[in-house]
């Protein structure tokens, strides 16, 4: 019967949803997100039919009216409900106020329930409405805890690994450790449930439903063969599902992360001295040594000199090399979030270390170690070569022995400084804030400069880890990799490939992205890009942007957020249907056509990161396992998928939206957020279980699909996207770990190595900017590293910064987004230009000065500095002040001082704007005492004008105009209107209503 009702309870939610599309469709239904989730079961399970859970319940809460509630600080009340359910047809619901010390509530059933067979594994449905996104960001959060006894009466609390963050249903899980399973391995017994760190005082409810204890099992998993890298691995490497007979379309050479060498005419040579292997660069900058006695077994057997004038050396990577793992345990040594946090040392330098052999293959060096730690033992084979200014060091060890490979520090320089390069990351949300550093040494004349980085392109390591340290003679400029064992307790094989690169000159020594240029790049430079939440009215939203366009702002790729995809919290990833309230399929289809007809690009959200239990696609084994086995979580309300899987199943699933929608654009969300070692499957199971490698490779054939399959330009979220610069056309400008907006403007590395690959957007997170100061500097920082302009969305009404953000960047990133930088100078506090070398040798860069030259002939002048002014050949630039012209005078952009004031104008083909910031500004062009934005595309006989916030303006015209017509709000005529015409400019009369004017001119 509980069956029957559950589907004649389906049937009735479909039907009522179908009712709810069809009064959004005609605007009459407006339900609040409490309203529309309310009495209703999930509609994605009925999607699906998903009408029995997973795992049979122990306890389903369908009659716990007598079941008992004990505080401990706080008040509370546990009853029956009906108000939220999932499974049958009641939940149970705490409505609770807690205390600031953190009041807690344990709910025991009126008996103790036995459970009579071993179990490794504890599921409960959780109904929560926190919105940790909104208005619950800085707000406590409560903890759920299961408390049991086992059958010789040994209590335990169990705790999930979560906190309560999440809004609506979501299934909370808790694998159990070692020794909890020992202590359950004949069953237990269910006291009840325990809700604590109730710190908040406003009146709360949680419903609970279908609470399990399981023994988890492990099916052999299925995967599909996918693309092979764009290079060879050696041989035994695990790839993956990589192993197929076709290519991915990179890395795109052998060489992959190399940095480039800009003599062009040099020599190397290697040759055996003595007991040692030198590998030697000669060109005219300089001659470069680095010499290899294997005496040690570690990378203190490298030594560098530096030899031009003066006479540079030094170890390079004292102490580095492999480190052995101490031991397989796996509990606790990496948090939900995938971030690696020891709770011990798990890898130390072996005990002993002997030479098996040592030689040379072709023209490469080659050494075989044994070595020893306290219980184990390994072989080690360390190869080098020489690539330009680059030493490669290849390191290979069977075996699952290798805990770490350790990059040492640089030992016997002289005056050593570590300067970190925007957008080189490698943080770890909320975690390890260190990353990749250049260390600087040598004096400002004769600088020297170093890097030492893993190829993420070959590595067989789990994840990457990071130092930053300077000591007298010292410094640490790098960090390692990492070798976590996966579920089974096994670590995988050893390889690597390191790079470490020494040159006089900075641009020498940062990596190379190996990646193809995006095929959208020269389009995506003609557009701003935003992502905008969708309300629950789809027509105001498209009201909002004709709008927009009403203010000649159509070179917008606009994308809808993850709310385009739900009504309240329900899922908002792998699906293909959005929400009810939203329209669903009708609706979509809809708003897509409706916004592209207004000349903007149109994208829809996804991701394959995260996916919420309640999804139609959900399935346990679908979930990233960590090394304890237990399941990785992700965003709030979800858990991470494997890559493994998803890399096969985004094909699918985004060419049905594709075919529903006709997209011209992408929003692929997360994926550029996390380092490739983030998502890191450990589960024995899948291939490439441990390695950071798979990730990679997946996550890059996926975003290459995306961009193929939108039909347009595809942008993810950033902050650690250099890996996949090309890959995907461009990633939000924010950088994790270091802080672009108050830190030194350094923008060689995402010039020279991301520019030319894609086109990444903004500056920062525009949540920062809140004045015209601060929106300056994200205007002045979007320029001169060289990214697409985000559009500074409004509400109801136009605002001044929206029409700023678009018209001042518009027509200057179309020109230098699609070109390749030709030079980069920085000044000194007298304007003197010089090089990056010579800039970070003395601290000039530090005021982000900068003049930067593009192929195309554009030069741009930024000033970042947040208190002086610049005086350059064209302008005074104050802080955070810009001038732009190409060769030809066809475009000007500037936002300088004129008269002593800070002015904005733009000269460009499509448009000229002007803003005197609230003073009279006259311009070649036209005059306003506003905003005045000139349209050149209504032909050549005549023009469009919008005034924004004027009492006067005037265009520069030979004659009068022969006839004014003023526009309304929705571009009809309002009238006709009158002006005078004096010294060549032409005022019209301003009418009430209207947004701009056309002026038809003599032919």
């Keep these: 019967m509980k069956r029957i009702f559950i589907l004649i309870l389906a049937m009735a939610c479909m039907l009522s949803y179908m009712l709810i599309a069809a009064c959004f469709d005609k605007k009459s239904v407006k339900m609040e997100q409490d309203q529309l989730r309310q009495w209703e079961r999930p509609y994605e399970l009925d999607w699906a039919g998903r009408f029995e859970d997973t795992h049979p319940s122990l306890v389903d809460f369908e009659n716990p009216d007598d079941w008992v509630l004990e505080a401990n600080g706080g008040s509370a009340k546990f009853e029956r409900s009906r108000e939220q359910f999932i499974w049958g047809k009641y939940s149970g619901k705490i409505v609770y106020s807690g205390t600031p010390d953190g009041a807690d509530f344990i709910i025991s059933p009126p008996q103790p329930i036995k459970i009579p067979e071993a179990f490794t594994a504890i599921n409960i449905w959780v109904w929560n409405w926190h919105f940790q996104w909104a208005k619950d960001r800085n707000e406590p959060r409560a903890v759920l805890g299961v408390l049991l006894e086992t059958v010789t009466g040994e209590a335990y609390e169990i705790p999930f690994p979560r906190e309560l963050d999440w809004p609506e249903w979501y299934l909370l899980h808790v694998g159990l450790s070692g020794k909890q399973r020992e202590a359950f391995s004949r069953g237990g017994i269910f006291k009840g449930l325990r809700l604590s760190n109730c710190k908040r005082s406003d009146e709360l409810s949680v419903y609970f439903d279908n609470l399990s204890f399981y023994r988890e099992e492990f099916p052999p998993l299925h995967f599909e063969v996918e693309p092979k890298p764009g290079i060879d691995l050696p041989e035994g490497q695990r790839l993956g599902v990589h192993t197929g007979s076709e290519r991915l379309p990179f890395p795109t050479r052998e060489e992959t992360m190399l940095p480039v060498n800009l003599e062009e005419k040099f020599t190397t040579e290697f040759l055996q001295e003595n007991n040692a292997f030198v590998f030697r660069y000669k060109g005219p900058d300089g001659t470069l040594e680095y010499r290899y006695r294997p005496q040690s077994g570690d990378f203190s057997d490298i030594t560098t000199l530096w030899e031009n004038g003066a006479v540079n050396k030094f170890y390079p990577m004292n102490e580095g090399g492999v480190r052995i793992a ?7 040594l990496i948090d939900r979030y995938g971030a690696y946090i020891t709770k011990e040392v798990k890898a130390v330098a072996p005990e002993k270390i002997e030479l098996i052999e040592s030689g040379v293959r072709g023209d490469n060096a080659f050494s075989r170690w044994k070595i020893y730690g306290k219980e184990q033992s390994a072989e080690v084979e360390y190869v080098f070569r020489l690539w330009q200014k680059s030493l490669i060091i290849d390191v290979y060890s069977s075996g699952g022995q290798i805990g770490e490979v350790s990059f040492g520090a640089a030992k016997g320089i002289q005056n050593p400084r570590l300067v970190h390069v925007p957008y080189w990351t490698g943080e770890d949300i909320g975690a390890n804030k260190e990353r990749p550093a250049v260390l600087v040494m040598g004096t400002a004349d004769k600088p020297l400069f170093m890097t030492v980085f893993a190829d993420h392109y070959r590595t067989g390591a789990s994840r990457f880890y990071f130092q930053n340290k300077v000591e007298k003679e010292a410094a640490v400029c790098s960090g390692g990799t990492s070798y976590i064992p996966k579920t089974n307790g096994e670590r995988n094989d050893c390889y690597e490939r390191i790079f470490l690169t020494v040159s006089p000159r900075f641009e020498e020594i940062l990596p190379t992205v190996d990646n193809p240029p995006s095929v959208w790049r020269d389009i995506a430079s003609e557009y701003l890009v935003f992502n905008r939440g969708a309300s629950m009215d789809r027509e105001k939203d498209y009201e909002h942007w004709k709008l927009t366009a009403r203010y000649g702002i159509r070179k917008l790729i606009v994308m809808d957020h993850e709310v385009g995809w739900r009504d309240g919290a329900e899922s908002f990833t792998f699906r293909t249907i959005p929400a009810p309230g939203k329209g669903g399929n009708k609706g979509q289809k809809k708003y897509a056509d409706r916004v592209r007809k207004l000349g903007m690009r149109y994208g829809i959200y996804n991701n394959y990161t995260d996916l919420i239990p309640v999804n139609e696609h959900w399935s346990e084994d679908l979930v990233v396992r960590l090394p304890d086995g237990s399941w990785e979580t992700a965003w709030f309300r979800c858990y991470a998928p494997k890559s493994q899987k998803t890399v096969s199943m985004e094909p699918k699933i985004t060419s049905e939206i594709q075919k529903k929608f006709n997209l011209n654009a992408g929003c692929l969300d997360v994926h550029t957020a996390i380092t490739p070692w983030m998502r890191v499957d450990y589960d024995e199971r899948v291939p490439g279980a441990g390695t950071l490698l798979s990730q990679f490779y997946d996550f890059g054939q996926l975003m290459l699909h995306q961009q193929q399959v939108w039909n347009g330009p595809t942008f993810s979220e950033g902050g650690n996207h250099y890996y996949y610069n ?8 924010d950088d994790r770990g270091y802080n672009i907006s108050d830190n030194p403007w350094l923008v060689d590395f995402d010039l020279l190595k991301l520019h030319p690959l894609g086109c990444d957007v ?13 929106w300056d500097r994200f205007f002045a920082g979007t320029i001169a590293y060289g990214h697409l302009g985000k559009f500074l969305d409004y509400r109801d009404d136009m605002k001044p910064i929206s029409l700023r953000s678009y018209y001042m960047l518009q027509q200057l990133q179309s020109s230098y987004a699609k070109a390749l930088v030709k030079e980069i100078l920085y000044a000194d ?22 003049r930067i030259k593009y192929d195309n002939g554009l030069i741009i002048w930024v000033n970042g500095h947040n208190e002086d002014h610049w005086e350059t050949p064209d302008a005074i630039l104050p802080p955070n002040g810009y001038y732009a012209k190409d060769t030809k005078g066809k475009l000007i952009v500037f936002s300088a001082l004129i008269n002593g004031s800070r002015a904005d104008y733009v000269h460009a083909p499509a448009y000229d704007y002007m803003d005197g910031r609230g003073k009279w500004l006259e311009t070649p062009w036209g005059a306003s005492d506003g905003k005045l934005i000139i349209l050149k595309n209504k032909g050549e006989h005549s023009i469009e004008v919008i005034p924004f916030n004027t009492q006067q303006f005037a265009i520069v015209l030979d004659n009068p105009p022969v006839n004014v017509s003023a526009l309304d709000i929705a571009g009809k005529k309002i009238g006709a209107t009158t002006g005078s015409f004096r010294n060549g400019m032409y005022y019209p009369a301003i009418v009430a209503g209207a947004v701009s004017y056309v002026l038809e001119l003599n032919k």
């Design 762 to 774: 903004g500056f920062v997170h525009d949540r920062q900017m809140v004045n015209d100061d601060s």
């Design 326 to 332: 101490v031991d397989n345990n796996v509990e606790g």
């Design 829 to 850: 506090k007298n304007g003197n230009l010089m090089d990056i070398s010579t800039a970070v040798a003395t601290d000039v860069y530090r005021r982000s000065q900068l």
């Design 726 to 733: 090309g890959l995907i056309t461009g990633s939000n400008g």
